[in-house]
Structure formats: structure tokens, C-alpha cells
């Protein structure tokens, strides 16, 4: 079946440093991936999205890059902020070969990130 | 538009009650997620709908959990009776398409059985 993996956490950084929090998969037909964030006491919101190989999805500061080929969607950020602090979650949605997808969407187990002053 | 709305926002509860966690999906959204947060097990999928039709409930832990969507601008996750393990953070989520398409979280509910 469909799985995330995502880098052990929780990820402590000083601000302004360089951020990298590492996803790989493993899916049956293209997948779409996607990075979401959750702040203390919210709910998940979209930080990003690709929905083929080779694309960049990039919001806010952050980037990742489809990687069909090492089967990955890294997040990087040049340079964090203390409001950066949160939860992130890789994840994808599998599509069958042709294009159809299915709806939902399969996440990973989530790293913490604490930015410090 | 107001994003999805989650009610209770918090809800405590003795074992063996019943509890109800309502959602209200975004307008026009054709798809709603139930999802379940826990330190433990992260973030599960418990079912999905669309078009108020359920999809795929292969996410519900046991009988005790059901799901209804009798309109589309309504939803419930009902867990009769209530257990302590069943205390987690409630997820109600919506898209207009699947694939994709961004799916929009609710604040969520914090189920606590005592």
C-alpha cells in the first residue's frame, strides 16, 4: 500500500537557519504530494503541492521538489523565523495509471519544528 | 466563506456515553474527511464521502464509530458507547475534487472520555 515516511523529529533550529525536513514514498501510479502545516491548536492547512515529477512547489519561503526518481518531496526553507514553529506533514494522493485518482490522501507521521530566537 | 466549522470545539465525556461531533464541509466541496490525531498513532483517515456518499470507511476502528452525511452541508461522527482511547483530536475535512485537489481542515474537536 500507499506510504510516507518522513524524518524522526522534533527539529530544533535557531533563527534564520536553513531548513530541511526529509519525505520519501512509496505509491502505486503518480501520485500528487503535498506539504501540510498545523500551528498549535489549529487544524492542517496546505503549504505546498506537486502534482507530477520534477515540479517545485513553493509558498511562504518553502520549496520541494518532486523527485520521481529517489521517490522524495523534501522541504527546505533558506532561512526560518520563529513563526515558523509548527507541525509539518508529507503526504500523498495516489492516482491509478490514466490519471483517475482516488480522494484521500495518505499522510506521514508528522515532524515537529521549534525555531528559537 | 467561513472554512469548515467543526462543533463541539471541546467535548469531555464519561466512558460508555454517546458522542456526536458534528462538521459543516465549505460550500461546494464535493468531498468530506473524517480524520482522527493522537500521539500515539499520528493522523488517521476514518472515512471519507462524496457527494454524501460514503466512499471508503475502512478507517473506522469498530461498530462503536459511524459516520452520516445527510446533506451536503452537513456531517456527523458518532461514537456509541465511548471508551478512554477513543480521546484524540476530531478532524473534519473538505475538497472539490479529489486528486490534487487541497483538501481544507476544521479547527477540530478534542474528544476527552474520562
Known amino acids: 500500500g500507499d506510504s510516507v515516511t518522513q524524518m524522526e523529529g522534533p527539529v530544533t533550529l535557531s533563527e534564520e537557519a536553513f531548513l530541511t525536513i526529509n519525505c520519501t514514498y512509496t505509491a502505486t501510479g503518480y501520485p500528487s504530494l503535498f506539504w501540510y502545516v498545523q500551528y498549535p491548536g489549529e487544524g492542517l492547512q496546505l503549504l505546498l503541492k506537486?502534482?507530477?515529477?520534477?515540479d517545485k512547489g513553493s509558498n511562504k519561503g518553502f520549496e520541494a521538489t518532486y523527485r520521481k526518481e529517489t521517490t522524495s518531496f523534501h522541504l527546505e526553507k533558506g532561512s526560518v523565523q520563529v513563526s515558523d514553529s509548527a507541525v509539518y506533514f508529507c503526504a500523498l494522493n495516489s492516482a491509478l495509471s490514466g490519471g483517475t485518482s482516488y480522494g484521500k490522501l495518505t499522510f506521514g507521521q508528522g515532524t515537529i519544528l521549534t525555531v528559537h530566537p | 466563506d467561513a472554512g469548515v466549522i467543526q462543533s463541539p470545539r471541546h467535548e469531555v465525556t464519561e466512558m460508555g456515553q454517546e458522542v456526536t461531533l458534528r462538521c459543516k464541509p465549505i460550500?461546494?466541496?464535493?468531498?468530506l474527511f473524517w480524520y482522527r490525531q493522537t500521539m500515539m498513532r499520528g493522523l488517521e483517515l476514518l472515512i471519507y464521502?462524496?457527494?454524501?456518499?460514503?466512499?471508503?470507511d475502512s478507517g473506522m476502528p469498530e461498530d462503536r464509530f459511524s459516520a452520516k452525511m445527510p446533506n451536503a452541508s452537513f456531517s456527523t461522527l458518532k461514537i456509541q458507547p465511548s471508551e478512554p482511547r477513543d480521546s484524540a483530536v476530531y478532524f473534519c475535512?473538505?475538497?472539490?475534487?479529489?486528486?490534487?485537489?487541497?483538501?481544507?481542515f476544521g479547527p477540530g474537536t478534542r474528544l476527552t472520555v474520562l
Open positions: 475535512a473538505s475538497s472539490l475534487g479529489p486528486g490534487a485537489d487541497t483538501q481544507y
Open positions: 464521502f462524496n457527494n454524501n456518499v460514503p466512499i471508503d
Open positions: 460550500s461546494g466541496h464535493d468531498y
Open positions: 506537486a502534482t507530477k515529477a520534477d
